[in-house]
């Protein structure tokens, strides 16, 4: 129905912003910028890191979060952290050349030497008995924790590894770099295998979706490239749409993976047929989303950007949605560059919110005004 008054227009905009029952947890607050996080593989737990080489430790519910631990471990920041595949440890990439694991029940460091690299350490990825780590010149080493040694040092790469995965399974690891190159490793015959071309930008994260016979890569240019399983040298199909650089990605279905993005946007893309789903969440101020993480149920997920907050998502949603109706982000090409920002951000409200992403889609808001 049509409003009478100011006062019956500040009231219907009122209702439509009330909040609902929560049904992920609320933001945690830091005082310091983090650098990466890391849910428990089991419990609702959440391991945060920051650029004083910090590692505090949150339960997570929808009612609070509880602060459980903090720990001093690096002389730099700490660049990244995973939980083990068992989640009795946590491992630790610091900027000081180490790489440290806690033991999450007396958090003692589980060995007295670190595991040490020639440069500042960037990326991680956990294996059953240790660890694959990667640093900022472009060396990724394999970590034996039982004999707590060094199994493999791989210099494939001149720029920063920024992302590594690794299949136990399927024998293999893969790691994206600054350098605009993928690389795989054989871990049945412990050596590298294929490296791909150069692409026009850094590589920046990669995920794997239809069971593991796809590899999805994050550019610096906003273009999503996919690989077919073994085929590294060259992708098979790509996906261009996203605004700016995608800085981080996880998969969270068979088919649709989240990716953290330059202008503070987290998204749902949805593979094969290749769909923009939507906006899931937003960081503040579009501070760029740096990393992203889901929960052991896989419908929640925790990001983190430059606005010292960890912020969750509930994505429950996504396994019962219909994808082929949503449309992608729009990229207005301008010389101007004050032009172009205001086009993107226009873009930006013109693409489809999700549930979980807080704000309304302009074609339900103004439903409720009708006569």
């Keep these: 129905k049509g409003f009478n008054d100011e006062e019956d227009l500040i009231a219907a905009l009122k209702s439509a912003r009330e909040k609902k029952a929560r049904d992920c947890p609320p933001d ?7 650098t990466d996080i890391s849910f428990h593989p089991e419990e609702n737990i959440i391991a945060v890191s920051n650029l ?3 590692l505090s430790i949150f339960s997570c519910s929808n009612e609070e979060n509880k602060a459980l631990k903090k720990l001093k471990l690096h002389k730099g920041g700490i660049r990244s ?4 595949v068992d989640g009795k440890h946590i491992l630790t990439a610091g900027k000081d050349k180490t790489v440290k694991v806690v033991d999450v029940e007396t958090w003692n460091l589980m060995m007295k030497e670190p595991l040490s690299h020639p440069s500042p350490l960037y990326s991680l990825a956990p294996l059953s008995n240790g660890c694959v ?3 900022e010149d472009g060396t990724v080493k394999f970590w034996d924790f039982r004999t707590k040694k060094n199994t493999l040092t791989s210099k494939r790469f001149d720029e920063f590894v920024s992302s590594i995965y690794a299949d136990e399974e399927k024998k293999v690891v893969i790691a994206t770099s600054g350098e605009g190159t993928i690389q795989s490793w054989d871990m049945r015959m412990n050596k590298p295998d294929i490296q791909s ?8 994260c990669l995920s794997v979706v239809r069971e593991g016979t796809k590899v999805v890569v994050g550019s610096g240019e906003g273009i999503m490239y996919i690989f077919n399983q073994g085929e590294y040298g060259y992708h098979s199909d790509q996906y261009p749409g996203h605004p700016d650089s995608i800085n981080s990605m996880i998969g969270v279905t068979d088919n649709v993976v989240i990716t953290g993005c330059e202008d503070g946007t987290l998204r749902a893309v949805h593979l094969f047929p290749h769909r923009f789903v939507g906006q899931v969440g937003h960081h503040g101020g579009d501070m760029p989303v740096e990393k992203i993480d889901v929960n052991a149920d896989g419908d929640v997920i925790a990001s983190v950007g430059h606005d010292n907050r960890v912020k969750f998502w ?22 101007v560059v004050k032009k172009r920002k205001l086009a993107e951000a226009v873009a930006r409200e013109t693409e489809h919110q999700l549930p979980s992403s807080g704000r309304v889609n302009k074609k339900e808001f103004f439903q409720g005004f009708k006569d």
């Design 133 to 135: 780590s990667g640093d």
């Design 28 to 34: 945690i607050k830091l005082k310091e910028s983090a």
């Design 314 to 335: 509930n994505i429950g949603y996504l396994e019962k949605m219909d994808y082929e109706k949503k449309r992608k982000p729009i990229v207005q090409k301008s010389q």
């Design 197 to 204: 071309e150069v692409y026009d930008s850094e590589l920046n």
């Design 81 to 84: 952290i995973e939980y083990s």
């Design 52 to 54: 004083l080489g910090e």
